[in-house]
């Protein structure tokens, strides 16, 4: 998806994507700017079973889904690039918006993966645009959520609201605005992903997903809490999609990690996905 005009341009796959207390890292997720006036979002708190859920599938599922068998689509590599780190650690940048339906489905896998490194707090449960492709696709926001680990460092950033509003900001339109990325981020949104591509992630300067790594078709109709039971059951299409994704962000943030925690880094689900990296 584009960020051009709030209009879609869908496509899967490719390659493309604090504070700090000693050694425990939490994040704001509040990001840039203050929201203006034109922010309106439905949004509210994530219901606790299904984040418990999410953050605490069973490591036998993520070995027995692997890759996936559904196509899942890896990061890809970026070569001679200095490692992105924030405080000392590791630092991993998103950039999206709640109203993209590609955003919706990715943000699953991530919050899946990124639980096995560090724990969110006051994720919000939204949808996606319902004017849009794959509407009113069910997931997270990072937008007021924040996330502590003593691994790594994440900066998301979500740009736009999913509701249209009467005066948009011409980087939202027709959305309201959320968020201004930082200087920083926005200058390696610029660099590594010149389309303009939602959802970006930059996993430590050294791998990047651009757009959704599944289909976010796969779970239309389905609730918050429906996508997150089918998580327990790796020979669903969801899990096929979500588990197989986190296990290749997983990856990915094992590189950047020195291969820590080492109980996650070695597991044979990530392992399968490490052999298939760029």
């Given at each position: 998806m584009s960020r051009v005009n709030g209009t879609t341009m869908g496509l899967i796959g490719g390659g493309v994507i604090v504070l700090i207390v000693i050694a425990l890292v939490v994040v704001a997720v509040t990001g840039g700017s203050s929201p203006p006036a034109t922010t309106a979002s439905v949004t509210g708190p994530a219901p606790a079973s299904v984040v418990q859920q999410v953050s605490t599938v069973p490591a036998s599922v993520f070995n027995t889904v692997g890759i996936g068998a559904t196509g899942n689509t890896a990061p890809a590599v970026l070569s001679g690039k200095p490692a992105l780190k924030k405080g000392g650690l590791p630092e991993i940048i998103y950039v999206g918006a709640e109203y993209c339906p590609y955003c919706a489905a990715e943000r699953w896998a991530m919050v899946v993966a990124l639980s096995r490194f560090g724990t969110f707090a006051n994720l919000k449960a939204t949808e996606s645009s319902t004017t849009d492709v794959f509407p009113g696709t069910k997931t997270f926001s990072f937008?007021?959520?924040?996330?502590?680990?003593?691994?790594?460092?994440?900066?998301?950033?979500?740009?736009?609201?999913?509701?249209?509003?009467?005066?948009?900001?011409?980087?939202?339109n027709p959305y309201g605005t959320l968020q201004a990325p930082s200087a920083q981020v926005a200058s390696i949104d610029a660099a590594d992903n010149p389309q303009g591509?939602?959802?970006?992630?930059?996993?430590?300067?050294?791998y990047t997903v651009i757009s959704a790594q599944y289909t976010p078709?796969?779970?239309?109709?389905?609730?918050?809490?429906?996508?997150?039971?089918s998580l327990s059951h790796p020979t669903t299409t969801v899990a096929q999609d979500i588990i197989g994704s986190a296990n290749y962000i997983t990856a990915a943030i094992c590189k950047i990690t020195g291969g820590k925690p080492g109980s996650v880094c070695t597991s044979s689900g990530v392992k399968q996905a490490t052999a298939k990296l760029p």
């Open positions: 937008y007021g959520a924040t996330y502590s680990s003593p691994y790594l460092v994440f900066d998301p950033t979500e740009l736009c609201t999913n509701q249209h509003v009467a005066n948009p900001q011409p980087a939202c591509s939602i959802p970006f992630i930059d996993i430590g300067n050294r078709g796969d779970l239309s109709g389905a609730t918050l809490a429906e996508i997150a039971a």
